[in-house]
């Protein structure tokens, strides 16, 4: 009987002490990585009521980010950004890639 209990009590405590996963992990999981980017400069745009991002020196592209914080929902906002650009689907907007962010700083 000792070891019932045992067992129970260390069954909760596993599943108490589980980590959720990070909320982008499932962020455009079924998309293949096209490049990555490194601490590059960038700026925030909100474009038909979506922010975007937008990376110093493009001219005609735009990162659709996963899930940005909402401090960073801020229009001309310039940032650091560093992540995984994903592979164009082509039913999306055209010059728009969809963005990973796995580190953004002001």
Do not use: W
């Not at 659709?64 to 229009?75: G, H, R, T, Y």
């Not at 992540?83 to 580190?103: D, P, R």
Request: aromatic share 8%; with cysteine.
């Amino acid at each position: 009987m000792k070891h019932y209990y045992i067992s129970i009590l260390l069954t909760i405590i596993f599943f108490s002490c589980k980590k959720e996963k990070d909320a982008t992990s499932n962020c455009f999981s079924d998309i293949a990585t096209s490049r990555t980017i490194l601490d590059k400069q960038a700026t925030i745009q909100l474009l038909n009521n979506e922010f975007y991002i937008i990376e110093k020196g493009a001219i005609d592209t735009r990162l659709l980010p996963c899930s940005l914080a909402d401090e960073f929902k801020i229009n001309s906002l310039l940032v650091t950004i560093t992540g995984e650009v994903k592979n164009i689907i082509l039913s999306g907007a055209c010059c728009t890639e969809n963005f990973v962010i796995n580190k953004i700083t002001r």
